[in-house]
Nanobody, 115 residues
């Protein structure tokens, strides 16, 4: 059974940093790409970044380029999103997604950036 569990969200001030984690189980983690999405209240879910099974990464959203970094540790079956220089517009629920069989989602973790 595929399971994705996000953690690391919370309340942070403008300019601060957070590192989100997504712990994966139920599949061969090293064989698949992973991604991070986010969704703010009343807005569509947005692709933030993705990373291939080989560790090649892309920050997809222009708004996070230069501030966010996606990475993975295959030995720990975990994908990370390092978020720096946080802005109020980064406030959202952040979701981990497995790029396999149409996609699997975690439950999300809330990030709130206050000024």
């Amino acid at each position: 059974q595929v399971q994705l569990v996000e953690s690391g969200g919370g309340l942070v001030q403008v300019g601060g940093s957070l590192r989100l984690s997504c712990a994966a189980s139920g599949f061969i983690f090293s064989n698949y790409g992973m991604s991070w999405y986010r969704q703010a209240p009343g807005k569509e879910r947005e692709l933030v970044a993705f990373i291939t099974s080989a560790g090649r990464s892309l920050n997809y959203a222009d708004s996070v380029k230069g501030r966010f970094t996606i990475s993975r540790d295959n030995a720990k079956n975990t994908v990370y999103l390092q978020m720096n220089s946080l802005k109020p517009e980064d406030t959202a629920v952040y979701y981990c997604k497995l790029l396999w069989k149409g996609g699997y989602w975690g439950q999300g973790t809330q990030v709130t950036v206050s000024s």
